[in-house]
């Protein structure tokens, strides 16, 4: 019983103990089985979180990539930058669209992955914002938005985004891992349970221990199956090379993309550390250390850099250093992430060369732009320095011609006299378009429009260049159309500028024949005429390759032309610039060695009055033969006396002449009068003459000498050998015309009367009107009230502009006269204030600048402040006169009472100290007392510039040099004029060396025009 009972009791124990073991089976099965399929769970949650780290990174390395390519393309304008740009455009929308995959049913992760979208997609907007205004050639905008900190903070709310999410996946990473280890942990004391079971039964045991080990093994096929998927994602990432360190940064595990990278195989780098992949230089830096330690205190590091492969090549790589931890934060190792992205470093170095080499081109043009602009104004100073300085011996030689025009002249000298000033005036006209070359390059040229007389302006030019086509025994003829009215509006004197170039070219270039030049009608509209100006030669002629050479600045058709004929090759420059800025056109028609046609179009307002051509009655019906064996000159004279009514008929030679002559008187209708050529083949005009004058029958004809080569003495030879009249080429319509009519009539032109007393001024009628000359020096006071006081005017003046402010308030004046440089109170402050006055009042002076500088720019500074017009000094008494008579015209009655009044300048004499004639001219008896006023004030100024020079007042010196050297030009004492000019530079460069010499120059240079005063000067 008792045994029974202990094997009841031992059974008992059995089933209490294979219950309990069941039990304890049952109890170890079921936590396996939770255990195994947590483990799975974990692992795919492992899985997924690596692949969204992996895609975060690759996100943001696209990102990195449009913004490079975007910053290439707004840097270089190059479309190639495009490319990168787009296709990282398109990887990053995949990127967006894969992450939204990996979220799956993740709110949080969801959540995160919108937010990061906007701000991604808000970036690309402003990529393409900047790429299309590029495009656009809008590169100023597109830079704008760049260079804003829009676009800044866009990627730094991307990285703070990406940095969350990865902090946030690392945590999941993290705690998944935690998972897998505290499931092992279970797993393992599920196995001890059991074992401790199979102990107390072994059936029951092995079953356990079978039933364990199919479970483990579940488990352990379900971690490699996890840790195989990690290896295969891994390795299927071949453009980033993950690698695994250990905590001494020794490489663990080691992806395709690392060995397509580096070159290394696993075999070879596993356990390596992972220096190996910097240069020996990063590595006595001590930087892949530095690297590792940044990663444990930042979270995560990154960095840029040139790394060594194992054949070792370079490469630019991006690297990505983060530490691994366990759940308790134990530090397990390093992942470690590196990219290639060697061209977008190339790229990025190009663009900043680039760059830079446009710094340094900006650099380059800012310095160029400044020279450019130095250059110009020491251009400007120049051509008004030289202006200046032409122009006063010019006015000069203008002046002895009115001088010597107002002698007792025959007919030739007259028209010596003539042809000199007109050849002065359009050399003056010619100097200034010369020194207003720069100008014309710059566009601003103006034309200067007024009503003008056509047949003068043309006739004019061809008698300047007369003498130089007698010199060269060329014949000149001038032709313009009859039908055009004789006023015409234009810019009279560009167009002569034009004229008169293109005709002293022909004379240059031709060795005989003859120089035509035309004006004719070559359209009409309405009032607009189209006048066709040319010039024909018979000279050397042009090839149709050097044709194209012309018209261009310092370009001859022929370099060997500049050797035999001079020239800069300048003139036809300006002329094409000056034709177009009239609207016109300019040509050349030639062949070489037949000599050539240069021509210009320009349209011109007609002013109502009718040409030359109209029946005269004196000239009526008046048969007239012309006798010319050149063809040119016969036509021109036969149009112009058809012109004017009279019946024509040419001849080619004398023998001609004389036959034609006997003919018309034997029908009755002798010719009245006949033009003779002097020069003819066979027999010339003297000759043919004589035969003429020595026939009974031939001789009632009225001869009329007509030659190109006039020479002293020949007109007189003519008329007493019985010629009626003498008469050159080129000819003047209206000389022609009063020559038919003086012989027609019986009234011989060398008969007619000279005007006499031409150097007798007479003071004319007194004026009512008051004028104020405002003007600091006393000489040239003086000089001002002498001419007006001629004229009739009562004078007032002024020494600054105070005073004259003073003067306005207390009298009433017609007219002021006002120099601009004055002390106290120049004149343009002086005419600003006049003229604010005068808003209150609504009254208004004419005010007009009397000043030394002579350029268009001092023009225009005296009229911006309110001036109404401009004299330059030193003032001929004529530009006075025309100034009284536009400002103070007067009315017929008494302009009738009015004498011309017509002081002449004289030529500056450099071999005497003072021009004594050039005085006289001018002032008459007035000359004495200027010439008082000068000696007494001279010295006081010498002794202003010592004392000036002392103090270093250069500005002081500069003045009184500037007012003394206006007053030795008036008075013609030229050598003092030079130095004061030289003082007067000196001083605005604060040369104190050069000062002294030209002050002890003037001294000596002033005592000597004051012994010479004293010794021949008599009023």
């Not at 401790?196 to 080990?213: N, R």
């Not at 910097?278 to 250390?289: A, V």
């Not at 002698?407 to 200034?432: C, F, G, M, P, W």
């Not at 080619?652 to 003779?676: C, G, M, N, R």
């Amino acid at each position: 019983m008792q045994t029974e009972s202990n094997h009841s009791k031992r059974s008992s124990a059995i089933w209490f103990m294979l219950v309990f073991t069941l039990l304890l089976l049952a109890s170890t099965a079921f936590i396996s089985f939770y255990n195994a399929t947590q483990y799975a769970e974990s692992s795919a949650k492992t899985d997924l979180s690596l692949k969204t780290l992996v895609q975060l990174e690759k996100l943001m390395s696209d990102l990195k990539d449009a913004e490079t390519g975007q910053r290439g393309y707004l840097l270089t304008g190059k479309p190639s930058y495009l490319k990168p740009y787009d296709e990282a455009q398109e990887s990053i929308i995949k990127d967006l669209r894969e992450l939204s995959s990996l979220a799956g049913n993740d709110v949080e992760m969801r959540s995160q992955i919108q937010s990061l979208g906007s701000l991604v997609y808000s970036k690309l907007d402003e990529l393409r914002q900047t790429t299309e205004l590029q495009s656009h050639g809008n590169s100023a905008a597109a830079r704008k938005i760049v260079n804003t900190d829009s676009g800044k903070k866009l990627m730094d709310d991307i990285r703070v985004n990406l940095n969350v999410m990865t902090t946030h996946m690392n945590a999941v990473l993290n705690e998944q891992n935690a998972t897998v280890t505290k499931t092992s942990s279970q797993t393992a004391f599920s196995t001890a349970a059991l074992a401790v079971s199979i102990a107390a039964s072994v059936v029951i045991m092995v079953c356990l221990l079978m039933h364990q080990s199919a479970q483990r093994k579940a488990a352990e096929e379900a971690i490699r199956s996890s840790e195989e998927k990690f290896r295969t994602l891994i390795s299927s990432v071949l453009d980033y090379a993950i690698i695994m360190l250990d905590t001494n940064g020794n490489v663990v595990t080691w992806n395709d993309g690392a060995e397509r990278l580096k070159g290394y195989t696993q075999e070879e780098i596993i356990g390596k550390h992972f220096s190996c992949f910097y240069q020996p230089s990063d590595i006595d830096k001590n930087l892949p250390t530095k690297l590792l330690k940044e990663a444990i205190e930042q979270g995560s590091c990154e960095n840029f850099g040139w790394r060594v492969r194992k054949d070792g090549s370079q490469f630019y790589a991006n690297v990505v250093i983060r530490p691994t931890k366990d759940s308790a934060g134990t530090l397990k190792g390093f992942s470690k992430v590196t990219r290639d992205i060697t061209e977008r470093h190339v790229s990025e170095e190009r663009l900043l060369q680039t760059k830079q080499e446009l710094e340094v081109l900006n650099r380059e043009l800012s310095l160029a732009r400044d020279q450019a602009q130095a250059a110009s104004k020491f251009k400007s100073e120049f051509v008004a320095n030289m202006s200046h300085e032409i122009r006063t011996p010019m006015n000069g030689i203008v002046g002895m011609c009115n001088v010597l025009l107002r002698t007792k002249l025959d007919e030739s000298q007259s028209q010596y006299a003539r042809a000199i000033q007109s050849a002065a005036d359009a050399l003056l006209t010619v100097i200034n378009d010369i020194l207003d070359f720069s100008k014309i390059e710059a566009g601003r040229i103006e034309l200067e429009i007024h009503e003008f007389d056509i047949a003068s302006m043309v006739e004019g030019v061809c008698e300047i260049l007369a003498v130089q086509a007698k010199t060269k025994r060329l014949s000149l003829l001038s032709y313009v159309d009859v039908a055009i009215p004789r006023l015409l509006r234009g810019d009279a004197e560009r167009l002569r500028q034009v004229l008169l170039n293109l005709a002293s070219n022909a004379i240059k270039f031709s060795e005989s024949g003859e120089i035509v030049v035309k004006a004719e009608i070559d359209s009409m509209q309405e009032n607009m005429i189209n006048i066709v100006f040319s010039v024909t030669d018979y000279g050397i002629g042009l090839t149709q390759e050097e044709q194209q050479k012309l018209f261009q600045p310092f370009v001859q058709a022929d370099g060997s032309i500049s050797r035999k004929f001079g020239g800069t090759g300048l003139g036809l420059s300006i002329s094409k610039s000056l034709v177009e800025l009239m609207g016109g056109t300019i040509g050349v028609r030639s062949k070489k060695g037949e000599g050539s046609t240069f021509w210009f179009k320009v349209p011109l307002e007609a002013r109502g009055v009718k040409g030359w051509a109209g029946t005269h009655e004196a000239l009526k019906n008046v048969r007239v033969l012309i006798i010319d064996d050149e063809p040119n000159a016969r036509e021109i004279l036969q149009k112009y006396v058809q012109s004017w009514g009279m019946q024509c008929s040419t001849a080619f030679s004398a023998s001609d002449a004389v036959e034609k002559l006997h003919t018309a008187s034997v029908d009755d209708t002798p010719y009245k009068v006949a033009i003779v050529d002097l020069v003819m083949p066979e027999k010339n005009g003297i000759e043919m003459a004589k035969e003429i004058l020595n026939d009974q029958i031939l001789n009632r004809t009225d001869l009329i000498l007509l030659t190109a080569f006039d020479t002293p003495g020949l007109g007189a030879q003519a008329i007493d050998m019985g010629f009626k009249a003498f008469i050159t080429k080129p000819v003047r319509q209206s000389q022609l015309l009063d020559c038919l009519t003086d012989v027609v009539c019986k009234d011989t032109i060398f008969n007619k009367e000279i005007s006499t007393s031409p150097n007798e001024i007479q003071l004319e009628q007194p004026r009512s009107e008051l004028i104020l000359v405002v003007e600091d020096h006393p000489i040239n006071q003086r000089v001002a009230q002498l001419y007006l006081e001629e004229l009739g005017f009562t004078v007032d003046i002024a020494n600054n502009g105070k005073e004259a402010l003073n003067a306005l308030s207390l009298r009433k004046y017609s007219l002021v006269f006002m120099d601009c440089q004055m002390p106290e109170m120049d004149g343009l402050l002086a005419t600003k204030i006049i003229r604010k006055r005068e808003l209150s009042t609504g009254a208004h002076v004419t005010i007009v600048a009397m000043t030394a500088h002579a350029m268009k720019e001092d023009r225009d500074k005296c009229i911006s402040v309110g001036m109404d017009d401009y004299l330059s000094k030193p003032v001929d008494p004529k530009t006075l006169r025309e100034m009284i008579d536009k400002w103070l015209p007067l009315q017929k009655s008494e302009a009738s009472k009015q004498t011309d009044f017509d002081t002449p300048e004289v030529i500056l004499d450099l071999s005497k100290p003072v021009n004594i004639e050039n005085i006289k001219a001018k002032f008459g008896a007035g000359g004495k007392e200027l010439i008082k006023m000068f000696v007494d004030d001279a010295p006081l100024q010498i002794v202003s510039f010592r004392k000036s020079l002392q103090e270093k007042d250069f500005q002081e010196i500069a003045d009184t040099a500037h007012k003394l050297r206006g007053v030795c030009a008036v008075l013609g004492i030229a050598h003092m004029e030079a130095t004061c000019h030289a003082i007067e530079d000196a001083a605005r460069k604060n040369d104190e060396q050069s000062l002294q010499s030209y002050l002890d120059d003037l001294e000596k240079q002033f005592t000597v025009a004051k012994g010479f005063l004293s010794e021949h000067y008599e009023t």
